[in-house]
């Protein structure tokens, strides 16, 4: 026999008069009556106002009960206008806080007498059950204010009103505090009600004052509602401008409409990095997606890592790929891809911190400098490239000979030194593999190194073994001879200076006249030699008793060898192979047909249930 099943899981609402449910139809009763109330006991003179009042709060009631706004209830849309608008904007934390990684455990009552931890008993850590500790203490003090607020609320609306006479067929007077009484407390005792009835029996008089006397009777109930509502704006305002992933909040979705329970999550992966480049100022993301999909990738920077600097939305289908070219901007950028696919699940990928390998490392050497200028991830290897940039001349510190023979002299001098060659290995290390390439002098030295998919970050080691030849040109040797006593014979060319002279000579003879008379003559003259070089050949003879002569020896150049390590150190994210999404469909029931019974049958079914013969 074909079963039947009655479609009452669908959780909706039934229609009991018109387009009203049940629920809008009571409220609509309460929304009235409070309606006539405010116009009865509103503390304002005129009765127009009083009437305009009535109808405005009738007018509002009546359109939160009824009105929607894309399917949902006017209260449930304040609700999240009013969070949206005095909550949280920006998150404070890394994006890697908002990515789950596990579904979200299901609602649990919470009492506050023990803590969340006490209740499901599966959080034994020492900063889990602290967290609720605190969360329990939090809520015992929130339920002692609300005790002391409904309290003070209560005493508020017991009290006692002042007595006024009523006359024969009016009504009972109006006791809104009869509304909040609840179900279990017991009745007033007979004796106050028999007072208040005879206190009513009683004639009226002053109508007019006793009916003021009345409507100020509300004013401490209404100053005790302002104050309620000053708390709560108070709270929301008080509401901290950024959310924090360890605000504890609960991890699930509810509605105050309708019962609905969330459908439940489909696992596997939706989305993976089939490649991770990163160079020296933008990286290339392929992603690759396991269903039909919409992805929207972000890309945050600036000084503080929280800067907006690029926004990419697409589809993608079943097995299809996206290369997206992200900046890299300020000092700790980071990558968030949000997927949501076609069954309505949603989820993120986040990259940053250690996932991304930024800034690339560089090292500085005596023979090279290093800077990682490439490093890249893929399902089987990672590979990238080191630039290196290497020295022509440098100085090397050497113990050089400056004299030998008769006496030997040494010092250490750092004399220049040209490299000839530089060779060397780069060996690269991660996840407990490692690979080996030869270096490049003054290139770029590509390396790949075969690596297994899996999820998790690899940390990256590349040790650089270099070598360089180098030529260094050595100044002459002095070489020193020891010669005993002899007698050197030197002819050498003097060159003497003659200086000039002058002098004058006089001289006195006697010469006979014509008469034979002896005459004296003086005669005087002046000589003068002037002054002149003259050479002249010189022999000297020169005896040593020792003497040592220097003589200049020409010295070949040097060869050395100088080695050093240089080490790189960074880290890559690496992501699971690709799998498409296999979801489980649970097998169609098949279609209920009803069939008619037969006789016989009918027969039977009425035995079984006591109705035959």
Known sequence: MDEHEVPTHVQAEDRVLLWFTFPQIVALTAVAALAYGVYQVAPFGPEAV?????????????ALIVGRVG?????????DLTRFGFG???????????????PPAPPVKRSTAQPQGDEQGIDDQPSNRTTDMQAGTAIQLVASVARRFRGRVRKLANRKRSPRPRTRG???????????????????????????RAALARPRAEPEAQEREHRAAWWPRLLGGAAAVAVVASVVVCCPPLASADDGEEETWTSDEIEFDPPPLIPGRR?????????????????????????????????????PTFHRENRLGTGGRLSYLLPLDGPIPSFTFAWRDEHGQAGAISLAGDQLPYPLPQASGELCDLRLVSLAWRPDRIEGGVRSDCVRTLEERVELQTAAGHRALSQTALLEARVALVSGTLTLSAGGRETTAVFVPGGETRFRLVQPAASGILAVEITTELSADLRIALPPLVQLTHHPRRVERRTETVTLTRPGTSQTVSETIIVADADGKPIPWTISTTLSIPAAQVQKQVTLEIIH????????????AMSRTRSESLLLVSAIASDDAYRALVVEREPERPVSIQTRLSQAELDELFQILGWGP
């Open 545 to 556: 008793d020792e003497h040592v002569r220097a003589e200049l020896v020409q010295r070949p």
């Open 71 to 79: 399917g949902r209830r006017l209260p449930a849309v304040a609700a």
């Open 88 to 102: 949280p904007r920006r998150f404070q934390g890394p994006a890697t806080q908002l990515v789950r990684t596990k």
């Open 50 to 62: 009083r009437i305009g009042l009535g109808l405005v709060f009738a007018l509002v009631g009546i």
């Open 271 to 307: 989305l993976f990095i089939e490649r991770l480049t990163v160079t020296a100022s933008a990286a290339t993301v392929v992603l690759k997606a396991a269903a039909n999909l919409e992805v929207e990738v972000r890309a945050f920077g600036g000084a503080d890592g929280r800067e």
């Open 170 to 196: 009016e009504r009972m007077p109006f006791k809104p505090p009869n509304w909040f009484r609840k179900r279990d407390r017991k009745q007033q005792p007979k004796r106050e009600f028999e007072q208040s």
